[in-house]
């Protein structure tokens, strides 16, 4: 007799609130390993076409850090507008100043799966600049990192 490979269903997945600090972590690191707390890649029950990943919320989206040479200035994040001239440019250096969320949510959401999976899966990110965040009914367990 065969086994049969158990897919994950919608309704019986449980889900668990994680809290991530990024202080002084590497924004790409981060990024990949709260992907994969999203997408539920770290559960045994992982299915690739299923949303079965738990929620996170990363405080002190601001202090954040970007390794490599030069990356502040050289790193640029374009927003384009659909009209004529409404390209948007803004520097990696400017993006932690004024939108650390934005740049933090923007770099998750580049390595989660393209398509109507991806957009369900990004609405359980939480970004906070500071400390504080809102969701402190959910009793979020403290979740470290190991890099």
Known sequence: MQRQTTIAKPNEIQ???????????????????VAVILMGKNKPIYTPNVDCGDYVIVINANKVSLSGNNKLTN?????????????????????LEQYPCEMMERS??????KGKLG?????????????????????????????
Do not use: C
Not at 127 to 145: F, M, S, T
């Open 119 to 147: 957009r369900a899966i990004i609405k359980k990110l939480f970004v906070y600049e500071g400390a504080e965040h809102k969701q402190e009914a959910q009793k979020p367990e403290v979740l470290e990192l190991k890099f």
């Open 15 to 33: 889900r668990k609130w994680y809290v991530v600090d990024a202080t002084d972590k590497p924004l790409g690191r981060l990024a990949s390993e």
């Open 108 to 113: 998750v959401h580049g390595m989660l799966p």
């Open 75 to 95: 790193k640029v994040y374009y927003n384009v507008s659909g009209y004529n001239g409404g390209m948007r440019r803004r520097t990696a250096k400017e993006m």
